[in-house]
């Protein structure tokens, strides 16, 4: 493909999604902005949601991790899941009940400023680093499409990308879920037509796809023999399971949109009917894998350096129709630029709602204010990107998750024990809690084939980080005043 084809698409995408944008988001108030209005419907949320969960991560690194792992990422899924059943029916109702803008609020309410604070700032780091790795993913192979065959730096290809973000998200939440459910239509599409043309090449029909899929060595899913392997069955569910609570149940940017459904049983029957169909969505990015691995051994293409690469390099191949190409394109800028827009839209009322405490203010000086943290927000995420260029070296998604693991955990931890307990905690201890927790897990993560028998961490890493935050907690807390009278 040539520069001049890639930045066509590029730019037919962005004229697109910013009518969307405009059209929806134009009158957006502050309200709108940060949860919507509370008047989206539910349907259209729902299929956003398909699409926000799919970053430009998973549209690159799915389909070629499944040398190494094979299909157990579909044990992580079924665990995915099994989260959203838990988000929709125990936090969303919480949330809705609570009436809040930021679900760290809940976190002011049950405990005080300390912990309200803390979760804030461990979501702030999250979400920069988390949106930092997907989009700089997507500038690397914008770089190597466009930006060094014109000779430009990396640096304004991250200075374009997040420039365009800003523009078109100046709509908040309001114009999100409708963005969302553009780069919805544009990701699945790209993909189903990806795994048509490439079953053409291929001269399969859908019968021989399906026993060529099934008979192939990377589509084992299941794996219990081996307690050790990161791809074990239990670890890898209960890592999605607490997981998709953590990043999804406890992510403002996620829940953003879910709470601007209408009401509580909107917002539960799009959260469920999105995680089931995630799970499909799943299953068609590993099988897209497949045919791309037996693409290249049957045209001897050689395998790239990172399996990251294995999806651009086939798409853009000279023996498929440029439409292949086009529609690869179509699919990771669609998925980046949502990824980027929600990560924006939620880093901004977080730092406004949370960490300034200004909703509040009169809306005039409540708007200007937003409009500043947005613009500030930008520029922190365009930075991160740029010098994450010096430090990638392994698996994208691998390097979300296991940065997922260290951030997520203390939240996870917080909002556990506020749930699951009544005890009352020393709020301005809990940050030391919160901070203890990832340094011990990495201590024990660098340590733990010595001390356990040669036993590796996985993505189950997040499961231990909350429980040291949640037994800090404990350690830090009381009982109720009424529950120590009963007592006596």
């Known amino acids: 493909m040539t520069p001049a084809i890639v930045i066509s698409t590029i730019l037919i995408y962005i004229a697109l999604l910013f009518a969307v944008a405009y059209i929806s ?33 998973t ?35 919480l949330f809705y009940r609570m009436q809040l803008v930021s679900i760290y609020e809940y976190l002011e309410n049950r405990f005080g400023t300390g912990s309200y604070r803390t979760g804030a700032w461990f979501f702030f780091i999250s979400k920069v680093l988390g949106a930092a790795v997907r989009i700089f993913l997507v500038c690397v192979i914008l770089q190597m499409l466009v930006f060094d065959p014109l000779g430009l730096p990396f640096a304004l290809n991250v200075a374009a990308t997040m420039a365009l973000v800003w523009l078109y998200t100046r709509g908040g939440v309001k114009s999100l879920i409708w963005t969302d459910s553009l780069k919805t239509l544009c990701l699945l599409g790209s993909v189903g037509l990806c795994i048509w043309y490439i079953t053409r090449n291929l001269g399969m029909d859908w019968g021989s796809v399906r026993q060529a899929v099934l008979d192939h060595p990377y589509s084992r899913i299941w794996f219990f023999d081996n307690p050790d392997d990161p791809r074990y069955f239990f670890k890898q569910f209960f890592a999605g399971l607490f997981m998709v609570v953590a990043m999804t149940g406890l992510d403002q940017d996620m829940m953003q949109r879910s709470l601007s ?78 990824a980027a827009g929600s990560a924006l839209t939620a880093l901004t009322t977080s730092f406004t709602v949370d960490i300034l405490g200004a909703q509040h203010l009169p809306p005039q000086r409540l708007t200007r204010l937003r409009k500043r943290v947005h613009l500030a927000m930008t520029a922190v995420l365009a930075l991160v990107i740029a010098a994450f260029e010096l430090l990638n070296d392994s698996s994208v998604i691998s390097a979300v998750y296991t940065l997922a693991s260290y951030t997520y955990g203390p939240i996870l931890g917080m909002f556990a024990f506020g749930i699951l307990t009544r005890r009352k905690v020393r709020d301005g201890w809990v940050p030391a809690a919160a901070l203890l927790s990832p340094l011990l897990c990495f201590v024990l993560q660098r340590n733990s084939q010595a001390w356990l028998g040669g036993y590796t961490f996985g993505y189950e890493l997040l499961i231990i980080n909350a429980l040291f935050t949640f037994i800090g907690m404990w350690a830090l807390s009381t009982r109720p005043a009424a529950e120590t009278e009963t007592k006596r």
């Open 25 to 57: 988001g134009r009158r957006a108030d502050n309200q709108g902005f940060f949860v919507g209005n509370r008047r989206s419907p539910w349907w259209a949320v729902m299929f956003a949601m398909i699409g926000a969960s799919m970053s430009g991560v």
């Open 59 to 93: 549209f690159v690194s799915v389909p070629g991790m499944v040398a190494a792992d094979h299909f157990s990422y579909l044990q992580m899924s079924l665990g995915f899941v099994a989260g959203q059943l838990v988000i929709a029916f125990v936090l969303v109702p």
């Open 261 to 338: 459904c209408k009401n509580t049983r909107d917002s539960q029957k799009n959260v469920v009917i999105a995680g089931t169909l995630q799970l499909v969505v799943i299953a068609m990015f590993l099988i897209l894998g497949i045919l791309l691995y037996l693409f290249m051994e049957r045209n001897g293409i050689a395998l790239p350096a990172k399996s990251d690469q294995v999806f651009p390099l086939v798409a853009t191949d000279a023996s498929f129709p440029l439409i292949v190409g086009i529609l690869f394109v179509l699919g990771l800028i669609s998925s980046t630029y949502s």
